[in-house]
Protein backbone atom coordinates (compact mmCIF):
# COMPACT_ATOMS: atom_id res chain seq x y z
CA UNK A 1 0.00 0.00 0.00
CA UNK A 2 3.03 2.24 0.67
CA UNK A 3 3.81 2.01 -2.68
CA UNK A 4 0.45 2.90 -4.67
CA UNK A 5 0.76 5.90 -2.31
CA UNK A 6 4.19 7.27 -3.32
CA UNK A 7 3.34 6.31 -6.40
CA UNK A 8 -0.10 8.44 -6.20
CA UNK A 9 2.24 11.54 -4.95
CA UNK A 10 4.65 11.04 -7.02
CA UNK A 11 2.77 11.58 -10.01
CA UNK A 12 1.11 14.38 -8.85
CA UNK A 13 4.46 15.85 -8.02
CA UNK A 14 6.18 15.53 -11.07
CA UNK A 15 3.34 17.04 -12.83
CA UNK A 16 4.02 20.52 -11.65
CA UNK A 17 8.12 19.98 -11.56
CA UNK A 18 8.92 18.41 -14.62
CA UNK A 19 7.58 21.03 -16.74
CA UNK A 20 9.62 24.12 -14.38
CA UNK A 21 13.21 21.63 -14.38
CA UNK A 22 12.52 21.46 -17.90
CA UNK A 23 12.61 24.74 -18.60
CA UNK A 24 15.36 26.00 -16.07
CA UNK A 25 17.75 22.96 -18.23
CA UNK A 26 16.62 24.81 -21.13
CA UNK A 27 17.43 28.25 -19.86
CA UNK A 28 20.60 27.26 -18.77
CA UNK A 29 21.97 25.90 -22.20
CA UNK A 30 20.64 29.37 -23.82
CA UNK A 31 22.81 31.49 -21.38
CA UNK A 32 25.92 29.20 -22.03
CA UNK A 33 25.56 29.44 -25.64
CA UNK A 34 25.14 33.01 -25.19
CA UNK A 35 27.96 33.30 -23.15
CA UNK A 36 30.16 30.48 -25.20
CA UNK A 37 29.65 32.07 -28.33
CA UNK A 38 30.57 35.90 -27.02
CA UNK A 39 26.99 37.46 -27.50
CA UNK A 40 27.29 39.29 -24.47
CA UNK A 41 28.60 42.31 -26.08
CA UNK A 42 27.36 45.72 -26.48
CA UNK A 43 23.71 46.40 -28.01
CA UNK A 44 20.31 44.23 -28.47
CA UNK A 45 22.24 40.84 -27.60
CA UNK A 46 23.63 42.13 -24.94
CA UNK A 47 20.47 42.93 -23.60
CA UNK A 48 18.96 39.35 -24.15
CA UNK A 49 21.72 38.16 -22.80
CA UNK A 50 21.06 40.41 -19.62
CA UNK A 51 17.47 39.51 -19.57
CA UNK A 52 18.38 35.25 -19.88
CA UNK A 53 20.85 35.88 -17.09
CA UNK A 54 18.01 37.47 -15.24
CA UNK A 55 15.24 34.62 -16.05
CA UNK A 56 17.93 31.79 -15.06
CA UNK A 57 18.36 33.39 -11.78
CA UNK A 58 14.92 33.85 -11.25
CA UNK A 59 14.05 30.20 -12.17
CA UNK A 60 16.59 28.92 -9.53
CA UNK A 61 14.45 31.22 -6.78
CA UNK A 62 11.31 30.02 -8.47
CA UNK A 63 12.50 25.75 -7.92
CA UNK A 64 13.90 26.21 -4.69
CA UNK A 65 10.51 28.22 -3.52
CA UNK A 66 8.40 26.24 -5.62
CA UNK A 67 9.51 22.61 -3.99
CA UNK A 68 9.43 24.35 -0.15
CA UNK A 69 5.85 25.55 -0.96
CA UNK A 70 4.65 22.15 -2.65
CA UNK A 71 6.02 20.40 0.42
CA UNK A 72 4.15 21.73 2.55
CA UNK A 73 0.89 22.02 0.91
CA UNK A 74 0.77 18.52 0.16
CA UNK A 75 0.97 17.36 3.76
CA UNK A 76 -1.10 20.01 5.04
CA UNK A 77 -3.95 19.80 2.36
CA UNK A 78 -3.28 15.71 2.38
CA UNK A 79 -3.67 14.81 5.51
CA UNK A 80 -4.82 17.78 7.46
CA UNK A 81 -7.86 19.58 5.64
CA UNK A 82 -10.92 18.43 3.06
CA UNK A 83 -8.73 15.62 1.77
CA UNK A 84 -7.65 14.19 4.83
CA UNK A 85 -11.42 13.10 4.87
CA UNK A 86 -10.62 10.54 1.87
CA UNK A 87 -6.95 9.87 2.55
CA UNK A 88 -8.01 8.48 6.06
CA UNK A 89 -10.90 6.21 5.11
CA UNK A 90 -8.23 4.64 2.99
CA UNK A 91 -7.19 0.96 4.94
CA UNK A 92 -3.47 1.88 5.54
CA UNK A 93 -2.20 3.16 8.73
CA UNK A 94 -1.70 6.96 9.60
CA UNK A 95 2.57 6.40 9.45
CA UNK A 96 2.40 4.91 5.92
CA UNK A 97 0.36 8.27 4.89
CA UNK A 98 3.44 10.08 6.70
CA UNK A 99 6.34 8.13 5.19
CA UNK A 100 4.58 8.27 1.14
CA UNK A 101 4.42 11.99 1.80
CA UNK A 102 8.09 12.59 3.92
CA UNK A 103 10.08 10.46 0.84
CA UNK A 104 8.07 12.32 -1.83
CA UNK A 105 9.39 15.71 -0.70
CA UNK A 106 12.35 13.90 0.07
CA UNK A 107 13.04 13.03 -3.20
CA UNK A 108 11.67 15.69 -4.95
CA UNK A 109 14.30 18.01 -2.67
CA UNK A 110 16.82 16.14 -4.05
CA UNK A 111 15.81 15.87 -7.85
CA UNK A 112 15.30 19.78 -7.53
CA UNK A 113 18.83 20.13 -5.82
CA UNK A 114 20.03 18.23 -8.65
CA UNK A 115 18.18 19.95 -11.44
CA UNK A 116 20.02 23.44 -9.97
CA UNK A 117 23.27 22.05 -9.65
CA UNK A 118 23.26 20.59 -13.06
CA UNK A 119 22.41 24.11 -14.70
CA UNK A 120 25.01 25.89 -13.14
CA UNK A 121 26.95 22.91 -14.25
CA UNK A 122 26.14 23.74 -17.85
CA UNK A 123 26.76 27.37 -17.58
CA UNK A 124 29.96 27.51 -15.80
CA UNK A 125 31.51 24.21 -17.37
CA UNK A 126 35.08 24.83 -18.72
CA UNK A 127 37.50 22.70 -20.32
CA UNK A 128 39.55 20.13 -18.04
CA UNK A 129 37.19 20.95 -15.50
CA UNK A 130 36.95 18.01 -14.35
CA UNK A 131 40.63 17.01 -14.41
CA UNK A 132 40.59 20.41 -12.01
CA UNK A 133 38.01 19.12 -10.28
CA UNK A 134 39.89 15.21 -9.63
CA UNK A 135 43.45 16.68 -9.23
CA UNK A 136 41.41 18.73 -5.97
CA UNK A 137 40.21 16.06 -4.63
CA UNK A 138 43.35 13.70 -4.84
CA UNK A 139 45.17 16.23 -3.30
CA UNK A 140 42.26 17.23 -0.46
CA UNK A 141 42.61 12.97 0.12
CA UNK A 142 45.97 12.84 0.59
CA UNK A 143 46.92 15.89 2.99
CA UNK A 144 43.60 15.65 5.02
CA UNK A 145 43.33 12.99 7.42
CA UNK A 146 40.12 11.23 8.00
CA UNK A 147 39.02 13.03 4.78
CA UNK A 148 37.07 9.72 3.50
CA UNK A 149 35.14 9.28 6.55
CA UNK A 150 34.27 12.56 6.95
CA UNK A 151 33.08 13.03 3.10
CA UNK A 152 30.99 9.75 3.79
CA UNK A 153 29.62 11.68 7.08
CA UNK A 154 28.63 14.66 5.65
CA UNK A 155 27.09 12.71 2.52
CA UNK A 156 24.74 11.27 4.88
CA UNK A 157 24.14 14.11 7.11
CA UNK A 158 23.33 16.04 4.70
CA UNK A 159 20.50 13.00 3.60
CA UNK A 160 19.72 13.22 7.62
CA UNK A 161 19.64 16.74 7.85
CA UNK A 162 16.79 17.08 4.64
CA UNK A 163 14.80 14.72 6.08
CA UNK A 164 14.61 16.42 9.02
CA UNK A 165 13.91 19.94 8.24
CA UNK A 166 11.08 18.27 6.33
CA UNK A 167 9.93 16.54 8.74
CA UNK A 168 9.98 19.02 11.33
CA UNK A 169 7.80 21.25 9.04
CA UNK A 170 5.38 18.83 9.52
CA UNK A 171 5.54 17.82 13.06
CA UNK A 172 5.11 21.69 13.59
CA UNK A 173 1.61 21.56 10.90
CA UNK A 174 0.55 19.06 13.04
CA UNK A 175 1.20 20.87 16.51
CA UNK A 176 -0.50 23.81 15.17
CA UNK A 177 -3.75 21.53 13.91
CA UNK A 178 -4.24 20.52 18.01
CA UNK A 179 -5.43 24.29 17.83
CA UNK A 180 -8.97 25.22 17.90
CA UNK A 181 -8.52 28.47 15.50
CA UNK A 182 -5.57 30.15 13.97
CA UNK A 183 -3.48 26.70 13.15
CA UNK A 184 -1.65 28.42 10.63
CA UNK A 185 -0.29 30.80 13.45
CA UNK A 186 -0.16 28.24 15.69
CA UNK A 187 1.85 26.18 13.31
CA UNK A 188 4.38 28.75 12.86
CA UNK A 189 5.33 29.37 16.69
CA UNK A 190 5.27 25.46 16.99
CA UNK A 191 8.27 25.78 14.24
CA UNK A 192 9.77 28.13 15.87
CA UNK A 193 9.75 26.46 19.37
CA UNK A 194 11.36 23.20 17.75
CA UNK A 195 13.55 25.15 16.33
CA UNK A 196 14.81 27.02 19.47
CA UNK A 197 15.01 23.92 21.63
CA UNK A 198 16.72 21.94 19.17
CA UNK A 199 19.32 24.68 19.11
CA UNK A 200 19.42 24.81 22.84
CA UNK A 201 19.89 20.69 22.94
CA UNK A 202 22.91 21.28 20.32
CA UNK A 203 23.98 23.98 21.96
CA UNK A 204 24.19 22.08 25.45
CA UNK A 205 25.75 18.94 23.89
CA UNK A 206 28.22 20.89 21.90
CA UNK A 207 29.84 22.51 25.10
CA UNK A 208 30.92 18.62 26.00
CA UNK A 209 31.50 16.71 23.04
CA UNK A 210 33.41 18.70 21.27
CA UNK A 211 37.36 18.85 21.93
CA UNK A 212 39.04 21.52 23.52
CA UNK A 213 39.29 24.05 20.26
CA UNK A 214 43.12 26.07 20.74
CA UNK A 215 44.48 22.57 21.30
CA UNK A 216 42.29 21.22 18.71
CA UNK A 217 43.25 23.73 15.58
CA UNK A 218 46.65 25.11 16.63
CA UNK A 219 50.03 23.21 16.90
CA UNK A 220 52.49 26.34 18.93
CA UNK A 221 56.65 25.59 18.30
CA UNK A 222 58.67 28.10 19.77
CA UNK A 223 57.47 31.32 19.19
CA UNK A 224 55.39 30.07 16.02
CA UNK A 225 52.23 28.80 15.43
CA UNK A 226 50.80 26.28 13.01
CA UNK A 227 47.22 25.08 11.63
CA UNK A 228 46.95 21.61 12.84
CA UNK A 229 45.46 19.97 9.67
CA UNK A 230 44.81 16.65 11.91
CA UNK A 231 42.96 18.57 14.88
CA UNK A 232 40.74 20.36 12.64
CA UNK A 233 40.13 17.15 10.33
CA UNK A 234 39.14 15.41 13.90
CA UNK A 235 37.50 18.50 14.92
CA UNK A 236 35.17 18.23 11.90
CA UNK A 237 34.59 14.64 12.21
CA UNK A 238 33.66 14.91 15.47
CA UNK A 239 31.35 17.81 14.86
CA UNK A 240 29.62 16.15 12.17
CA UNK A 241 28.91 12.57 13.90
CA UNK A 242 27.38 14.65 16.97
CA UNK A 243 25.07 16.60 14.22
CA UNK A 244 24.19 13.47 12.74
CA UNK A 245 23.49 11.63 15.63
CA UNK A 246 21.08 15.11 17.29
CA UNK A 247 19.40 14.95 13.54
CA UNK A 248 18.94 11.29 13.86
CA UNK A 249 16.81 11.66 17.12
CA UNK A 250 15.24 14.98 15.91
CA UNK A 251 13.77 12.58 12.79
CA UNK A 252 12.23 10.12 15.28
CA UNK A 253 10.64 12.71 17.74
CA UNK A 254 9.23 14.66 15.21
CA UNK A 255 7.91 11.23 12.88
CA UNK A 256 6.44 9.72 16.18
CA UNK A 257 4.70 13.00 17.29
CA UNK A 258 3.33 13.38 13.82
CA UNK A 259 2.33 9.70 13.74
CA UNK A 260 0.60 10.49 17.48
CA UNK A 261 -1.10 13.49 16.57
CA UNK A 262 -2.73 12.19 13.27
CA UNK A 263 -3.77 8.88 14.81
CA UNK A 264 -5.25 9.90 18.19
CA UNK A 265 -5.75 13.12 18.00
CA UNK A 266 -6.93 14.57 14.02
CA UNK A 267 -9.66 16.54 13.94
CA UNK A 268 -10.32 17.98 10.52
CA UNK A 269 -13.15 19.72 11.44
Same mark, same amino acid.
Given at each position: ???KL ?5 K?M??M?L? $???V??V @? /??V?R ?6 ? =??? !? ?5 N?LMVL???L ?5 MV ?5 I ?5 Q?L?K ?6 F ?5 PW ?9 AL?I?? $??S?V?? @? /?VFI??A??G?? =?V? !? ?6 A??V ?5 LV??L?I????G???S??Q?Y ?6 H?A?S?R????V??FI??N??W???G??IG????P?L??S ?6 T?A ?5 GFS??M ?12 V ?5 F???N?I?S??L???
Amino acid at each position: MLAKLLKYDFKSMFKMFLP $LWGVLLV @V /SAVNRLFTGAGL =DAE !GGLGLVNSLMVLLYILLIVAVMVVTIVIIIARFYQGLLKDEGYLMFTIPVHPWQLITSKLISALVISL $LSSLVAM @V /SVFIIAAFPGMW =DVL !GRAVEILAREVPNFVPLVILLVISFFVGLICSISQVYAAMALGHLASSHRVGFAVLAFIVLNMAWSTVGTVIGLFGYPDLTNSLITITGTDAYLNVEGFSNLMLTSVAWGLAINLVRCVVHFVLVNYILSRRLNLE
